[in-house]
């Protein structure tokens, strides 16, 4: 398989998903002491833990229908990558930029976000909205909404 980008989503095949979840039932269930990949000539080369979680979450999420996407800390975005991991239009993107709310370099004329400065304000901003959520149910139950 060909991959386009770098932050292509990527998506098991239907005819892949009951190996996944096989796969998924096994890594999920006991958590081997030297976890270890078979080489092209037979090798057998051990994984290090770090690559081995890593393993067990992308087909944990991919045996479960979930496209996954590999991205580094430190991967400069487009607006458009920006916009579309955090689900919001480029448009309104470009005026958390403007607003200093989310830190960008310009090359040019181009923005560029750093995906882990991305994810620090995607972290704020879901905590920021968990917490009014939970003062809107409070308020809610306060007012007999919930009885």
Request: charge should be neutral.
């Given at each position: 398989?060909?991959?386009?980008?770098?932050?292509?989503?990527?998506?098991?095949?239907?005819?892949?998903?009951?190996?996944?979840?096989?796969?998924?039932?096994?890594?999920?269930?006991?958590q081997p002491?030297?976890?270890?990949?078979?080489?092209?000539?037979?090798?057998?080369?051990?994984?290090?833990?770090?690559?081995?979680?890593?393993?067990?979450?992308?087909?944990?999420?991919?045996?479960?229908?979930?496209?996954?996407?590999?991205?580094?800390?430190?991967?400069?975005?487009?607006?458009?990558?920006?916009?579309?991991?955090?689900?919001?239009?480029?448009p309104?993107?470009?005026?958390?930029?403007?607003?200093?709310?989310?830190?960008?370099?310009?090359?040019?004329?181009?923005?560029?976000?750093?995906?882990?400065?991305?994810?620090?304000?995607?972290?704020?901003?879901?905590?920021?909205?968990?917490?009014?959520?939970?003062?809107?149910?409070?308020?809610?139950?306060?007012?007999?909404?919930?009885?």
């Amino acid at each position: 398989m060909a991959f386009s980008s770098v932050l292509d989503p990527i998506s098991a095949a239907p005819d892949e998903q009951y190996v996944l979840r096989m796969l998924d039932d096994v890594l999920q269930a006991q958590q081997p002491k030297n976890p270890k990949v078979l080489g092209p000539n037979g090798e057998e080369i051990e994984l290090p833990e770090s690559l081995f979680q890593l393993l067990k979450q992308v087909v944990h999420d991919m045996s479960q229908g979930r496209a996954v996407m590999l991205v580094s800390r430190n991967q400069m975005l487009t607006t458009q990558q920006a916009a579309d991991i955090l689900n919001v239009s480029r448009p309104f993107l470009v005026k958390l930029l403007e607003e200093n709310r989310i830190p960008f370099t310009k090359t040019g004329k181009h923005r560029r976000i750093n995906f882990e400065d991305l994810i620090v304000y995607k972290h704020k901003r879901d905590a920021q909205r968990r917490r009014a959520l939970a003062e809107l149910t409070r308020l809610g139950e306060e007012m007999g909404d919930y009885d």
